[in-house]
């Protein structure tokens, strides 16, 4: 079982700064951890995810260049810088936990899952 829990969110204007932090029980050195989030009245989206080992990243186009993922195992936390960020960034971001890193992009495949956090980019 792991127990995840997301904070981080609030409300920044566009091109501000934010970082996410999702912190795990469990056996999260095990897992492979994903962000995802679902805007207004849209559906939920992948976002990024980070391998067990931290050694290997994916993320959505629309957030290359500008989001990183990170993790760090001494303190079961994971992280998601966000920069530059845009008013269609605005979402709910939720973090997720899986087995392996296939599918890392595919909400049916991973198991776990925090409460989210609001994200709130204004013009």
Not at 14 to 23: D, I, V
Not at 71 to 84: A, V
Not at 89 to 109: E, I, L, M, N, R
Request: proline share 2%.
């Amino acid at each position: 079982q792991v127990r995840l829990v997301e904070s981080g969110g609030g409300l920044v204007q566009a091109g501000g700064s934010l970082r996410l932090s999702c912190a795990a029980s469990g056996r999260f050195s095990a897992y492979t951890m994903g962000w995802f989030r679902r805007a207004p009245e849209k559906e939920r989206e992948f976002v990024a995810a980070i391998s067990w080992s931290g050694y290997s990243t994916s993320y959505t186009d629309s957030v290359k260049g500008r989001f990183t993922i990170s993790r760090d195992g001494g303190k079961n936390t994971m992280y998601l810088q966000m920069n530059s960020l845009k008013p269609e960034d605005t979402a709910v971001y939720y973090c997720a936990a899986k087995d392996g890193y296939s599918d890392y992009d595919a909400q049916h495949a991973y198991d776990y899952w925090g409460q989210g956090t609001q994200v709130t980019v204004s013009s």
